[in-house]
């Protein structure tokens, strides 16, 4: 079939960006539904008297499951498509987030936030962009994947400020409210214009040879999703570079999601400053990471991925160490600062860390991916809970942001030392 292929090189445009477009949309969606706990840790303090440990066990959740998630969630696709599993996820997090309104008690936060939309978000977490750019991109693989990334960031961008106001203004249960019609609205989006395969549409990958137009897979039986998951898990945890790919974005989970993520904003609160403002600097985090993150996607075509890796490490973790010094009732230039720098190494980390599963795991590496990611998320949840205790026991958070810096410096080392191991450990995954 030559037909579609003519028509849309005639049309300028191929079918492979339509596809990205709306899976930055889904992951955009999915970055700011889970974000969304970080405003409303105060105000679910105050109406219900919980503590910030209580509040944070249920981010902790979150965290974990979307992280845990990925990787069954990359298999999943694999055998059901990323349509159906991606609608499935958006279902989730609208049932998570509206029944949020009618809580009150602590375990019930725990189900909604944390297991239904950890479920839901997890199934959209970055695998998913993994495994579309693995398909349907050969040419600007590693671009496209910078910009799906920061679709995350953006999500923070659009949806933090307004929740933060909304909160503020007409209550946190108004904020669950728009998290679980923005969810829905995304469904239909989805549903008719995202296909799992460009030989669905009668094309090939963008780059690819046409001559090379394969037939539309079928359904992965063998096994099932499950198995899968296990079974790369299994081969690719007898290679060093596995877990020094996992113990680093681990790090970086603890040192984004888990600790800034979560908890700038009730941290800057303490000092006086108010949330919508709080929430707004993290918005500038997400701005500056959008082109943070494009810039890493480009720049991991043509640099070695472990030096990018041990740079972006290196410079959070020194910045990370100054940030206690830096609050104050206001935004003050030296904060700014911080957010612009912060900003544009946010998740960069993403791009060179899919880049190196690819090179050492080929085929095997969005699921690889996945089980990288759930470390990430891993991470993130002990740095959640952990960064609340600290603040219960301690009264201020200044011990989290020095750890997590110094974890940071340890995660640099790490990723310089993938090197050395890579060549072999692909003969080994291939044995």
């Known amino acids: 079939m030559t037909t579609t292929p003519l028509r849309t090189r005639r049309r300028g445009v191929h079918r492979a960006w339509i596809v990205a477009g709306v899976a930055f949309v889904a992951i955009l969606g999915a970055a700011g539904f889970r974000a969304t706990p970080g405003v409303l840790i105060t105000p679910l303090q105050e109406e219900f008297g919980w503590s910030r440990g209580t509040i944070s066990l249920a981010v902790s959740v979150n965290l974990m499951l979307y992280g845990l998630t990925a990787p069954f969630a990359a298999a999943l696709m694999d055998r059901f498509g990323m349509r159906r599993v991606v609608s499935c996820a958006l279902l989730l997090v609208a049932a998570g987030s509206g029944l949020t309104i009618l809580m009150n008690a602590s375990w019930q936060l725990v189900l909604c936030w944390g297991v239904l939309v950890g479920l839901g978000t997890g199934s959209m977490a970055l695998v998913f962009a993994a495994t579309l750019t693995d398909r349907w991109f050969v040419r600007h693989r590693g671009l496209v994947t910078g910009v799906l990334t920061a679709g995350g960031a953006t999500g923070q961008l659009v949806f933090l400020p307004v929740l933060a106001s909304l909160a503020q203004t007409s209550g946190w249960r108004t904020a669950s409210a728009t998290v679980a019609g923005a969810a829905l609205i995304v469904v239909p989006l989805v549903w008719f214009l995202l296909r799992d395969h460009p030989a ?86 997400g701005i500056f990471d959008v082109v943070g993150t494009i810039a890493s996607g480009w720049l991991s075509d043509r640099v070695d991925s472990r030096i990018l890796l041990g740079v972006y490490y290196a410079l959070r973790g020194l910045s990370l160490m100054v940030l206690p010094s830096l609050f104050s009732a206001t935004a003050e230039p030296s904060m700014l600062v911080f957010i612009i720098f912060y900003g544009l190494d946010w998740v960069a980390t993403v791009p060179p860390t899919v880049a190196l599963c690819r090179q050492v795991y080929g085929a095997d590496a969005p699921v690889v991916f996945g089980w990288v990611f759930a470390s990430h998320q891993v991470g993130a949840a002990i740095a959640a809970v952990g960064a609340g205790l600290t603040r219960d026991l301690s009264g201020a958070y200044d011990l989290a942001w020095y750890v997590a810096g110094a974890l940071c410096l340890v995660a640099a080392l790490m990723s310089v030392s993938v090197t050395a191991a890579r060549a072999a450990e692909r003969n080994a995954v291939s044995v």
Do not use: K, Y
Request: charge should be positive.
């Open 200 to 285: 669905e549409v009668g094309t090939t990958a963008l780059g690819a040879d046409p001559r090379d137009q394969a037939p539309v897979p079928g359904p992965t039986t063998r096994g099932g999703a499950a198995a899968r998951a296990l079974t790369v898990l299994g081969r690719a945890a007898r290679t060093r570079s596995f877990w020094l790919l996992a113990g680093g974005f681990a790090i970086c989970g603890m040192s984004t999601n888990g600790l800034v993520g979560t908890h700038f904003i009730p941290a800057a609160h303490d000092h006086g400053m108010s949330e919508p403002v709080a929430a707004g600097l993290l918005a500038v985090i």
